[in-house]
């Protein structure tokens, strides 16, 4: 990984990163997605080596991620501008979702503000269940949306929450 925030000769370092997020593959747990300060990696070592994802739409830097439990090429994301900037990206408001290991993204906004958004997800406010199909993800500004097909089509659950810093399926189990 690499952390553009610190000098060059320090930014491979592997004690100045900053993983917004790391989710695995519950069936192929070598298979590790992460949401960096920095950009996006994935690992299929179980964390000992990581590729860089340098082409993700509309942007790379944000802070939730979510990996498909059966299959290790398929994970979510919620893109921002930047750190300085965290809001979305020309204030429409997306998921991306890679089902190629992260050599391509689909920008997923059906059913999401496209226009003035300033929704922001944190870390922990995406989780996908144990189908794959169904998301929720919830945002700083107190909005709640769910998907029952892979992110293809979301619903508003709520508008009017408080800041949402957390969001889990129920453990079925």
């Known amino acids: ?19 917004h997020r790391v989710v695995r ?10 949401q960096h300060h ?6 299929t070592d179980g964390g000992v080596m990581w590729e860089e994802i340098v082409e993700r739409a509309p942007s790379v830097f944000g802070f939730a991620a979510a990996a498909h439990p059966t299959d290790p090429s398929t994970a979510w994301f919620v893109p921002a501008v930047a750190d300085q900037l965290r809001v979305p990206v020309d204030g429409h408001f997306v998921a991306s979702r890679t089902t190629d290991g992260g050599k391509s993204f689909d920008v ?6 496209d226009h003035d958004a300033y929704d922001l997800v944190y870390r922990h406010a ?10 929720a993800m919830g945002s700083t500004t107190g909005s709640l949306w769910a998907t029952g097909n892979g992110g293809e ?3 508003t659950v709520s508008a009017n929450l408080p800041p949402v810093n957390v969001v889990r399926f129920a453990s079925r189990g």
Not at 25 to 34: E, G, I, R, Y
Not at 38 to 43: D, E, L, P
Not at 108 to 113: A, V
Not at 127 to 134: A, H, K, L, N, P
């Open 108 to 113: 997923l906004g059906d059913g999401l503000p």
């Open 1 to 19: 990984m690499r952390a553009d925030y610190v000098p060059p000769d320090a930014a491979m370092d592997p004690y100045t990163q900053d993983p």
């Open 126 to 135: 995406l989780d996908v269940d144990g189908t794959g199909e169904q998301l």
């Open 38 to 43: 920095s950009g996006c990696y994935r690992s």
């Open 25 to 34: 593959c519950l069936a192929d747990p070598d298979v590790l997605w992460n």
């Open 153 to 155: 089509r979301w619903e």
